[in-house]
């Protein structure tokens, strides 16, 4: 063959490849009927190869090709043709990138798949981000979204799913937060799953809503403040307070005060009324409102010391017979304690944040949480145990209240005994339980939660707390956390799994502190001011909450302290003069005699 009809062969083979390519867009009836005219095409090559020039034959080919376009120019145009092309091609091109497809096994089954985020979004609705490794490989193209309650562990076989999108590495899922009604998804869980012999098997780990302050109507952070002194008030004596130029002021809400079985304030939430008493609330609304209007922050504990006979709900069934504490472990086992709790810290939270009845910045939840005996009861059993117990209850008032205040604070309070071995005697050190409550929490979705410290000295009585203690030391593993080695407290807040979502030291407050003028009122004035100079130049305590305001009768009589500034009949102590100026110019005046009692300038 010569080169003028190879060069002419090979245009039109060019043109034909061109054709074929085009032609293989137009769909499924003319690729049909493109597939006949080749067969013909072969069937006339095959039977008349011996007759037929090969010109004959790409001359009959082409004559074919152009008879096939004009037909299918009556069905589509050029454009048409073009844009079913190149979606192929991207089609194509997605498949190609397409993440590669894995088999599941017993190893990778459990947390293929990571929850990178459970976020309101919106105000009103939940997005619930996924990644993974690759797409596993199930029954279907799905993965399937389910919705756990704050005392479940998994799905079980009646579970439903609640949602389901296209399996791909990098997806999520969008849901209804339906806050406040009775389907709320507030305090709920979620896990992903897919299908596996017509069975659906978890593939990540559970994982809360993070960010409930996304759907909150306030954001009261408190005010701004010259200095963290702080104290537990007089109510009868709250006129001093200005005076003294208190800055903060911690304030027990006890339940069996608030809580009444019908009438009152009604309030309905999770699709249950709920009764406040009313004369009850009007005294907070009047106390918090009357401390705020002397610049002072309020720090409000939720206590636990509900009737069970009257409020059963509340209280964990583990908590419900057998203690002589004064507080119980909340409940978070179950659906009716779960909506209890939420109803009560959005109902206080809600009522505190600026609508009119005074504000409260910070929350503390439960008194000294691992003294299980003394004041948060629960039946003994390991550590474990009893601080998953109170971690779903925390988390349950965290995300009220944040869900209506989204500036609030909310702490886990506890006491000094940081290693100090107490388990045989039924409670537990604080380093454990803050260990696990951090971890868990983290583990089911990270949240910013603060911690309300009481650094007594150990013994309580022990007024002057700089002196050697076989209880006290300088390292992580010092038995107990007094004002002497505080920084043991703070150093360990900067862990890196401590800090907070966005790696920052948690806020941290001490909530309650003090010192016994039992032992001589000098001593008592030396050690507040030596502590509140450490605490200051500690540079991570947000406040200190003196106690307290007037001596305790009770407390003098059970157990020999006489913290307050003042004794039961009014008569101040030489600790007055020393809380109300040490924050003033007048400070070095006021602590320099406590100098020679501490054994060193401060």
């Not at 005294?283 to 009257?310: C, H, P, Q």
């Amino acid at each position: 063959m010569d080169n003028s009809k190879r060069k002419k062969r090979t245009g039109k083979k060019a043109r034909h490849n061109q054709r074929v390519v085009i032609l293989s867009g137009i769909g499924a009836a003319s690729a049909l009927i493109l597939v006949i005219v080749l067969a013909a095409w072969l069937f006339i090559g095959n039977r008349k190869a011996a007759e037929v020039s090969e010109e004959e034959q790409e001359a009959l080919f082409e004559a074919s090709l152009e008879e096939e376009e004009e037909k299918n120019a009556e069905y589509i145009n050029v454009s048409t043709i073009d844009a079913i092309v190149g979606a192929g091609k991207e089609v194509s091109k997605a498949l190609s990138q397409r993440p590669e497809t894995v088999e599941m096994t017993p190893e990778n089954t459990a947390e293929f798949a990571l929850i990178e985020s459970c976020s309101i979004v919106d105000s009103s609705k939940v997005e619930i981000a996924v990644k993974s490794d690759g797409i596993p490989k199930s029954d279907d193209k799905y993965y399937y979204l389910f919705q756990e309650a704050t005392y479940e562990d998994s799905i079980t076989e009646e579970s439903v799913p609640i949602a389901k999108v296209y399996k791909s590495d990098d997806t999520s899922f969008t849901i209804d937060l339906n806050k406040g009604t009775a389907d709320t998804r507030l305090f709920s869980k979620f896990q992903v799953a897919v299908k596996q012999n017509d069975q659906f098997v978890t593939i990540s780990h559970a994982k809360y809503i993070t960010n409930p302050g996304g759907c909150a109507g306030y954001s009261y952070g408190g005010m701004q403040h010259k200095s963290i002194k702080g104290l537990l008030p007089d109510p009868l004596r709250i006129g001093e307070l200005q005076d003294l130029g208190c800055e903060y002021a911690t304030y027990n809400i006890p339940l069996s005060h608030i809580l009444v079985t019908s009438g009152g304030i009604p309030y309905t939430y999770g699709g249950v009324t709920y009764h406040f008493n009313s004369q009850i609330m009007n005294d907070y609304d009047t106390l918090f409102k009357r401390l705020n209007n002397m610049g002072i922050d309020v720090a409000a504990i939720i206590l636990n010391n509900a009737s069970t006979s009257a409020f059963p709900e509340i209280t964990h069934p583990s908590a419900r017979s057998g203690s002589t504490a004064p507080y119980y472990m909340f409940n978070a086992t179950n659906e009716s304690g779960v909506k209890a709790l939420a109803a009560i810290g959005s109902f206080l939270a809600n009522r505190y944040s600026g609508s009119g009845h005074g504000n409260v910045s910070m929350w503390i939840i439960a008194n000294e949480v691992n003294a299980r005996k003394e004041y948060n009861y629960m039946t003994h059993t390991d550590v474990n145990t009893y601080t998953t117990a109170f971690t779903r209850a925390f988390r349950v008032f965290y995300n009220a209240i944040k869900s209506q205040n989204s500036a609030a604070q909310v702490y886990i309070p506890l006491d000094q005994r940081w290693t100090y071995n107490t388990e045989k005697t039924g409670d537990y050190d604080a380093k454990d339980v803050l260990d696990i409550f951090a971890s868990s929490l983290s583990e089911y979705g990270n949240i910013d939660w603060g911690l309300a410290a009481h650094p007594y000295s150990f013994p309580n009585g022990n007024t002057a707390f700089w002196n050697s203690s076989k209880y006290v030391n300088h390292t992580e593993s010092t038995p107990c956390i007094t004002m002497d080695n505080i920084e043991v407290l703070t150093n360990y807040m900067k862990k890196e799994s401590m800090l907070d979502t966005s790696g920052n030291v948690r806020s941290i407050i001490l909530s309650e502190i003090g010192y016994s003028s039992t032992s001589g009122q000098a001593l008592q004035a030396a050690a507040f001011a030596y502590a509140y100079v450490k605490m200051e130049q500690n540079g991570y305590i947000d406040a200190l909450m003196l106690s307290r305001q007037t001596d305790a009768g009770d407390e003098i009589a059970a157990l020999g302290l006489a913290l307050g500034l003042q004794t039961t009949g009014g008569s101040k102590k030489q600790i007055w003069n020393v809380f109300k100026y040490i924050d003033t110019d007048k400070r070095k005046e006021v602590i320099s005699f406590a100098y020679d009692i501490v054994g060193k300038t401060f």
